[in-house]
């Protein structure tokens, strides 16, 4: 049985049997390509087991990734969407007990994400550009010149919250909530990390719950064009318990906050980490449509998704047994060789690199991947406007998750032009 404690070793040291890729300190580390690889190459659907979460399978290859994905009715999303420690919801704030429509199966799924995409639809996209453009400047043109600073702080979580407030018609001076619920929702306590007890999480959950309840019934009586508003109207959600009412919101806000802001930082670092695409950036702005999806391939925000087998089924030759768990390893699939050649390499002129997985595939596609789109386009059209270069002036800190690969510091500088 694999285990998931810090001092793993590196993968060329491990038996693939040993191989655990579900272990947050590979992410927090950066030291997980390798473990992947050995599992693409020599066992790409890999069964682990460990006490707190049972038995469960990572499948790492793009193929297999993109079957499971499709075949809903085998491979279940109802019964959650992550793996890790078993919640008691007698204990655990009510955690437990939330729903959403991302870890429902057809047609409540269907019927309950219809009721929030007009959010995101085109239309609503045209109208959001300006003001999204109005943000990034003003947010821009503040940065300090001359000094190093946090950019995922000072940019990538100041822009995603302005957003989210904006699409719910949250407290504006309250926005930084979005990011700290959002962050507590997949936090693994630990001593000095961002929470340290499960009853910490529990507490800051509990805010959570309490400040959306209160402005569930406001818009009941004051509706508007907001994600809330939506919900508490819609046909399909209008009668839904609390409990699901709130989990689709925080589904909102974590899908809103965390890969957008995750891949906002990951641009400034990949394009350090290969400065020759930054300068090829630089020359032919042109590009930058193509660099956005390729930089979201290559840093995958959310590692991956869970389902479960509601019956006996193949995949990649193995054996799944009913009620097994599934993990599909995006951050793995945007890597495969056989899709993506050198696929660890930023190269912003990849002919294919909107094949990625890291939106999702199939009916659970995520619904505002164009709008994660047009922020990171915007972002990059007013960076190479006003600066020379964004420089990193340190190693980030990452966010210990296994779920979400993400950034909690990356140091900068800014040069203007």
């Known amino acids: 049985m694999a285990e998931l404690g810090a001092d793993v070793a590196p993968a060329d040291e491990l038996t693939v049997d040993q191989i655990n890729p579900l272990n947050a300190h590979l992410f927090r580390d950066h030291r997980w390509h390798d473990h992947f690889a050995r599992l693409r190459q020599e066992d790409p659907v890999h069964m682990n087991e460990i006490a707190t979460a049972g038995r469960y399978w990572s499948v790492t290859r793009y193929d297999d990734v993109k079957a499971v994905e499709m075949d809903w ?4 999303s109802a019964s959650g969407i992550t793996l890790g420690q078993r919640l008691d919801p007698a204990h655990d704030g009510g955690v437990s007990r939330l729903m959403s429509f991302i870890a429902m199966d057809p047609p409540q799924h269907r019927e309950q994400r219809r009721a929030v995409t007009p959010s ?7 109208n959001l550009e300006p003001l999204i453009r109005e943000r990034t400047v003003a947010v821009l043109e503040a940065l300090p010149v001359g000094e190093t600073f946090d950019w ?3 940019v990538s979580i100041e822009l995603t919250t302005m957003m989210l407030a904006t699409l719910f018609d949250f407290p504006f001076e309250d926005r930084r909530k979005l990011t700290r619920w959002s962050d507590v929702v997949f936090a693994i306590p630990e001593p000095g990390g961002l929470v340290e007890t499960q009853a910490q999480k529990r507490d800051e959950f509990r805010e959570c719950v309490d400040y959306f309840s209160r402005l569930w019934e406001q818009r009941k009586e004051h509706p508007g064009h907001d994600l809330v508003s939506m919900l508490v109207h819609g046909e399909a959600t209008k009668d839904m318990p609390a409990a699901a009412h709130l989990g689709n919101l925080l589904l909102l806000i974590v899908g809103g906050n965390d890969t957008t802001r995750n891949t906002m930082s990951g641009s400034v670092y990949g394009l350090n980490e290969f400065p020759d695409q930054y300068d090829e950036l630089i020359a032919e702005p042109s590009l930058i449509p193509n660099m956005v999806s390729e930089i979201i391939r290559w840093q995958t925000p959310l590692s991956y998704m869970r389902r479960t087998a509601t019956d006996d089924v193949e995949i990649g030759g193995k054996q799944i047994r009913e009620n097994d768990q599934v993990l599909l390893w995006y951050v793995s699939a945007n890597r495969d ?9 930023i190269d912003i002129g990849r002919p294919n690199a ?3 997985l890291s939106f999702g595939f199939g009916i659970h ?3 505002g991947s164009r709008l994660a789109e047009l922020q990171l386009r915007i972002l990059w059209e007013e960076i190479l406007q006003r600066f020379e270069r964004i420089e990193v002036r340190g190693e980030p800190t990452r966010t210990f998750s296994s779920f979400v690969n993400g950034y909690t510091h990356l140091p900068v500088e800014v040069v203007p032009k």
């Open 365 to 367: 596609r995520c619904m």
């Open 73 to 76: 009715t085998s491979f279940s």
């Open 354 to 356: 909107d094949h990625h």
């Open 120 to 126: 995101v639809q085109p239309a609503n996209l045209q």
């Open 152 to 154: 995922v702080d000072a």
């Open 337 to 345: 060789e056989d899709v993506f050649d050198d696929g660890d390499a």
